[in-house]
C-alpha cells in the first residue's frame, strides 16, 4: 500500500446514492473511485482514486506532465470523473494532479476546508458551465469575388484587390463584434457569472477541426432552468452576420467557476469589450 | 436540497439530452484549458514546483493560444525546442553551433599558441588588434 497514493478530483456534495453511483467510476489509470466523507455532518465527500507512486511522486510527476500522451490521459481521465459526478451532485472540480500520502491526509484537508467548501458548492449548486466561443471564418475574407478588372493596370487591380480583401476582413471583425455583443446580452439575461478564457489558436484548436479564427472563448456559469434560453439566444447570435460562427459546449462541470470569487476573474472582472 | 443533479437534468432541450455528454469526444484542448488552468488549487502533498507547472502552462499555450502574442510576451524559447521547432534543427542551430565551434578553436589556439596558417591575413591582424585593446 505504501507506493499508493490518494488522487482528489473533486470536492462533491454528498448525496443518497452518491456513494454507490461512484463505485463503479474508474478514474486515472483505471483506478477504481471512491468518495471520502468528512466525519462531521457528512454533507461533503472527497472524490478519490488511489494511483501509483512511481508516477505520481514529484520528479516523475514533473516529468510526465511535460509528455502531452500521459497529461492527456490523466486530463481525460480526471474530466470523466467529474463530469459523471456532476451528473449526480454539485461538484468542485479540483486542479489536474492534486495528490495526498494516502486517504487520511486528503481527509484532513477536506475538513480544514470545509467552510470554504461548503460556501463554493452553494454558489455553484443547480448551476452548469457552458463554453462559448465566436469564430471567424478566415475563408469567408478571400472568398469575395473581385470584380473583373480589365481596364486596370495589373498593379491597379491588385491593390484594388488588396483594398477590397480588406474591407471584406473589416466587416467580417464588425460581425464577429455584433455575435459577441449578442452572447454577452444572453450572458446577462441568463447566466450567473462568466470567465473569460484565452482564445485558442495553434496546433490543439487546428487538431480539434476548428475552422476560422478564434476571437472570444468566454465560459458562462449558468443556472439549470435558465440552460434552454440562454443556448436558444446563443445558437441565434450569428444570424444574419457573415463569416461568423458561434459554438456552445458543454454542459461542463463549473470548472471556471471553482475558483473563489476574487481569484477566479468573475464576471465584474472580466467586463472588457471583446477583442 | 440533495436533489440528484440527474432528475434536474431531465428538463434538458433534446439536443443534450445526456447530461456532460461529451465524454471522450470533448475536444482536448477545452478540457485542458480546464483542468490545468481552472478547478480550484488546494495544496496537495506532492508539490509540483509553481515554476514548472507555469512552464507547463505556457508550453500548453503555445499549442493553445496565439504564437503571435506569446512572442509579444518576449516568450520565444520554442523555437529552440526541437518538439516544437522544425526550424531549431535547421540551420539556426547550425549556425550557433558554428559560432560555438569557432569560439572554442580559437580559445585552444591561443591558450597554444598554435599556428594560425589557415587563417585570412586580416582576420589575423584584427584579432591581435583586438587583444591588443584587451591588454
Not at chain 2, 499549442?63 to 503571435?68: G, W
Not at chain 2, 534543427?89 to 591558450?111: C, K, T, V, Y
Amino acid at each position: 500500500m505504501s507506493d499508493l497514493l490518494t488522487y482528489a478530483y473533486a470536492v462533491v456534495r454528498n448525496a443518497e446514492g452518491l456513494r454507490e453511483a461512484t463505485a463503479p467510476l474508474r478514474g486515472v489509470a483505471e483506478s477504481p473511485v471512491s468518495l471520502l466523507t468528512d466525519t462531521g455532518d457528512d454533507q461533503l465527500g472527497l472524490a478519490v482514486s488511489h494511483v501509483p507512486g512511481q508516477d505520481f511522486q514529484e520528479d516523475a510527476l514533473k516529468q510526465h506532465l511535460e509528455d502531452l500522451e500521459w497529461l492527456e490521459a490523466v486530463a481525460r481521465a480526471h474530466h470523466g470523473v467529474i463530469e459523471a459526478l456532476g451528473e449526480r451532485t454539485t461538484v468542485l472540480p479540483l486542479r489536474l494532479a492534486t495528490v495526498y500520502l494516502d486517504d487520511n491526509r486528503a481527509r484532513e484537508v477536506l475538513e480544514a476546508g470545509r467552510t470554504m467548501f461548503a460556501g463554493r458548492l452553494a454558489r455553484l449548486s443547480e448551476h452548469v458551465e457552458w463554453g462559448v466561443k465566436i469564430y471567424v471564418e478566415s475563408s469567408a475574407a478571400l472568398a469575395e469575388p473581385t470584380v473583373p478588372a480589365a481596364d486596370l493596370t495589373p498593379g491597379r487591380a491588385y491593390l484594388r484587390n488588396r483594398r477590397q480583401q480588406q474591407s471584406v476582413r473589416d466587416t467580417v471583425y464588425q460581425a464577429a463584434q455584433k455575435a459577441a455583443e449578442r452572447v454577452e446580452a444572453a450572458g446577462r439575461r441568463h447566466a450567473s457569472d462568466r470567465v473569460r478564457h484565452r482564445v485558442q489558436q495553434g496546433l490543439l484548436a487546428d487538431a480539434a477541426g476548428a475552422v476560422g479564427e478564434n476571437v472570444v472563448n468566454d465560459a458562462y456559469l449558468v443556472p439549470l432552468k435558465r440552460c434552454d434560453g440562454f443556448l436558444a439566444d446563443v445558437a441565434h447570435a450569428a444570424d444574419g452576420l457573415d463569416g461568423v460562427r458561434v459554438e456552445a459546449t458543454g454542459p461542463w462541470a463549473p470548472y471556471s467557476f471553482a475558483m473563489p470569487l476574487d481569484e477566479s476573474g468573475g464576471a465584474a472582472a472580466a467586463e472588457g469589450a471583446p477583442p | 436540497m440533495t436533489e440528484p443533479l440527474a432528475n434536474r437534468l431531465g428538463s434538458y432541450p433534446s439536443r443534450s439530452a445526456p447530461p456532460y455528454a461529451q465524454g471522450s469526444s470533448a475536444n482536448l484542448a477545452d478540457i485542458l484549458e480546464r483542468v490545468l488552468d481552472k478547478g480550484i488549487v488546494i495544496a496537495g502533498d506532492i508539490q509540483i514546483n509553481l515554476l514548472d507547472i507555469e512552464l507547463l502552462t505556457i508550453k500548453l499555450r503555445l499549442l493553445v493560444a496565439s504564437v503571435d502574442k506569446a512572442k509579444e510576451m518576449g516568450i520565444d524559447w520554442w523555437e529552440h525546442d526541437p518538439s516544437l521547432s522544425s526550424r531549431s534543427r535547421g540551420e539556426q542551430s547550425l549556425a550557433e553551433e558554428n559560432r560555438r565551434l569557432r569560439a572554442e578553436i580559437d580559445a585552444i589556439r591561443q591558450a597554444n599558441a598554435l599556428p594560425e596558417k589557415e587563417e585570412a591575413p586580416q582576420d589575423t591582424g584584427r584579432r591581435r588588434r583586438g587583444s591588443a585593446r584587451d591588454e
